[in-house]
Antibody, heavy 117, light 109 residues
Framework: QAHLQESGPGLVEPSGTLSLTCTVS?????????WSWVRQPPGKGLEWIGQ???????NYNPSLRGRVTISIDKSRNQFSLILNSVTAADTAVYFC??????????WGQGNLVTVSS | EIVLTQSPGTLSLSPGERATLSCRAS???????LAWYQQRPGQAPRLLIY???NRATGIPDRFSGSGSGTDFTLTISRLEPEDFAVYYC???????????FGQGTKLEI
């Protein structure tokens, strides 16, 4: 069973860069699988940010394209999210998740990131 | 862009009752691409149903999914106290590859 854990700063300044890492346990990162980031603004619904394949190829939500990069480092059992030029609208709980087919079957517990000066 | 609309926004029921949650797509969605999640306060979403009607591992059989095309339903046959949560439907989009969620249905006591 995969275990995922997000890590990164809880506070980012406006116009700065949000950077999060998801560490995956037990070698699951080496599977032929997709890995996603999903976010949830306080009191609101879920938004898919993007995904990375074990090969390193990535797809992004069109609404965020140009600001977001997702990468994978299998040697460290990690995949990462970078979001540039953040504003208060990017304040959210950020979840990492593993794909089990056309869905996400294992999730991290979430990391709240607040954009504020 | 295919939009998922969930109804009702809030559903008020009691333990032991039956819950029926709706997810309507603006265009036809393949059953294989439709999933349902449960999210309890302060927790990550949990996969309940995939492929429109298949229960995920460890999900009780009181949860069932049905539907096709543009109309999908999540049914909880007899509500338990732990079932009061927010439920989201999700679709996979083939081109460009990605996912969208419905806005959620809050199931409250």
């Amino acid at each position: 069973q995969a275990h995922l854990q997000e890590s990164g700063p809880g506070l980012v300044e406006p116009s700065g860069t949000l950077s999060l890492t998801c560490t995956v346990s037990n070698g699951f990162i080496s599977e032929n699988s997709y890995w996603s980031w999903v976010r949830q603004p306080p009191g609101k619904g879920l938004e898919w940010i993007g995904q990375v394949y074990h090969s390193g190829s990535a797809n992004y939500n069109p609404s965020l394209r140009g600001r977001v990069t997702i990468s994978i480092d299998k040697s460290r059992n990690q995949f990462s999210l970078i979001l540039n030029s953040v504003t208060a609208a990017d304040t959210a709980v950020y979840f990492c998740a593993r794909h089990g087919g056309y869905n996400q079957d294992y999730w991290g517990q979430g990391n709240l990131v607040t954009v504020s000066s | 862009e295919i939009v998922l609309t969930q109804s009702p926004g809030t559903l008020s029921l009691s333990p032991g009752e039956r819950a029926t949650l709706s997810c309507r797509a603006s265009q036809s969605v393949s059953n294989a691409y439709l999933a349902w999640y449960q999210q309890r306060p302060g927790q990550a979403p949990r996969l309940l149903i995939y492929g429109a009607s298949n229960r995920a591992t460890g999900i009780p059989d009181r949860f069932s999914g049905s539907g096709s095309g543009t109309d999908f339903t999540l049914t909880i046959s007899r509500l338990e106290p732990e079932d009061f949560a927010v439920y989201y439907c999700q679709q996979y989009i083939r081109s460009p590859p990605g996912y969208t969620f419905g806005q959620g249905t809050k199931l409250e006591i």
